[in-house]
């Protein structure tokens, strides 16, 4: 389902991340989540981190240049900067775009895991194995800029979206929880070791928790919009 139309003027500059009124139209509504807004929540995510330098939340643009780079031989322009080697999580949103010269075309949304201490990537697919081919390509060449070390590649347990549209919010939720878990172990003094997430995302994660965070997303939005410009936001108010 396509989004309202609307006004592209911009409503909200967050960490490196810029969201406009189109975006917040899609956050109203049911609708597929675009690049933007996994960014801006990527953006949310890692200004919240109390470990910032351990976690890397990919953004879409970037993730997806990675995988389709035209020329691969090339990659490391594009790899080296995010300084793959010295982190214990990176997070990749995956997208299924087959058109590079598309802007924000593909239909569905899954999330990329590497996780440095167990040399493991792992992919979480709310559908399933829908987005496989695209997370393995990535994988592939990822993995090439992490040393020697051959890493493995494997799917994780991911709660099933029941409708087209929430990928992106599986993405969002899974990414939230994966970073809310390493902190943790991280207090604890065990994120050196081999402990995954998968206990904590099949205890925390439902299909009524996911659905939620669009309500929460909302609010966050009308939240940061207010702290930078209470005009704007009485009128997203308004709109709602």
Not at 8 to 28: A, E, N
Not at 102 to 111: K, N, R, V
Not at 129 to 139: D, I, Q, R, T
Not at 230 to 237: A, E, F, G, P
Request: proline letters at 6%; charged letters at 20%.
């Amino acid at each position: 389902m396509a989004p309202p139309s609307g006004d592209d003027d911009r409503i909200l500059t967050h960490g490196d991340s810029t969201l406009v009124r189109s975006d917040f139209s899609i956050l109203r509504g049911p609708h597929y989540l675009n690049d933007r807004l996994i960014h801006f929540f990527f953006s949310h995510l890692a200004v919240s981190c109390s470990y910032p330098d351990d976690i890397l939340l990919v953004p879409p643009s970037i993730a997806y240049l990675i995988a389709n780079y035209p020329d691969p031989t090339s990659l490391s322009d594009v790899v080296a900067p995010l300084k793959l080697r010295n982190k214990a999580l990176v997070l990749f949103p995956v997208n299924d775009n087959p058109d590079v010269n598309l802007a924000e075309g593909g239909s569905h949304w899954s999330l990329l895991i590497c996780h440095v201490p167990s040399r493991d990537f792992v992919h979480h697919d709310s559908s399933g194995c829908l987005n496989s081919v695209h997370a393995y390509k990535l994988y592939q060449l990822v993995q090439h800029f992490l040393g020697d070390i051959q890493f493995g590649y494997h799917d994780g347990p991911t709660p099933r979206q029941t409708n087209g549209y929430d990928c992106g919010l599986y993405v969002m939720a899974i990414a939230r929880c994966v970073c809310e878990w390493y902190c943790k172990v991280k207090n604890n003094g065990s994120a050196d070791g081999k402990e995954k997430w998968f206990d904590v995302l099949r205890e925390q994660l439902n299909g009524d928790k996911v659905h939620e965070l669009r309500g929460e997303l909302l609010s966050l939005v009308l939240r940061l919009t207010q702290q930078n410009d209470s005009k704007k936001s009485t009128q997203l108010i308004l709109e709602l």
